[in-house]
């Protein structure tokens, strides 16, 4: 569960986000859209506590992230669009150094199937430098579904994928879902979106334009047409504008 109440940040004079509230339930797939600059990464970062909101309240799974930061990140897998690596680890010691870090007990017996369900396997001994972009991001992504989070945040999750790896991606994410977590993604591929998410919200310039099930905003942007692209519904939601 993602409860989000009146979140603002400012960088000095700047507002990057302003009053933004919405939720997000067990088993749904909210996609994050909006145009270049509309907060979408700032909110991401707010949400998963890597920056501090300068003001409104975050419960991930219950928990505050700012007065429980410990309880609620134990809860939480971000996945940032460039994949954070170490160079002299292996993939294996990557899930073994994550492990440690979250206490998952006998964590051979769930890294090596999502080292198979991500198709990296076969690089188990390889250092990152050995791998591809896209190898690069599906590590990352193992990593962070190591300890079995409820709240999950992927920020360009696709980046680097090739047509089958994005195939691959959108399964596990549904999969996720299906289990009961509460997944935000953000992406610019908007019929990605469309094929995995439930719910949408819509920023421009900080500030929330639309919140809802995909039916429900889309019957708002409309004009009472059917079969109406989320693609249409952000262009008439944005007013088609990338500033």
Known sequence: MIEVLALSKRYGDFPAVTD???SARPGEVLGLVGPNGAGKTTTLRCLAGIIPA???TVRLAGHDIAQNPVAAKRNLAFFP?????FDYLTVRQHLNFVARIYGVANYE?????LLEELEIADKADELPGALSRGMKQ???IACGLLHGPS???FDEPLTGLDPLGIRRMKDSILKRAR??????LSSHLLHLLEEVCSHVLILKKGRKIADGSLAEVSA?????ETGVSLEEIFMRATGGSEN
């Open 20 to 22: 933004l509230s919405f």
């Open 138 to 140: 599906k590590l990352a």
């Open 179 to 184: 289990a009961g977590a509460t997944i935000v």
């Open 54 to 56: 300068t003001s409104g």
């Open 220 to 224: 708002q942007f409309s004009n009472g």
């Open 109 to 113: 017996a769930l890294a090596q199937p």
């Open 81 to 85: 669009d460039e994949p954070r690596l």
């Open 151 to 153: 709240v999950m945040f």
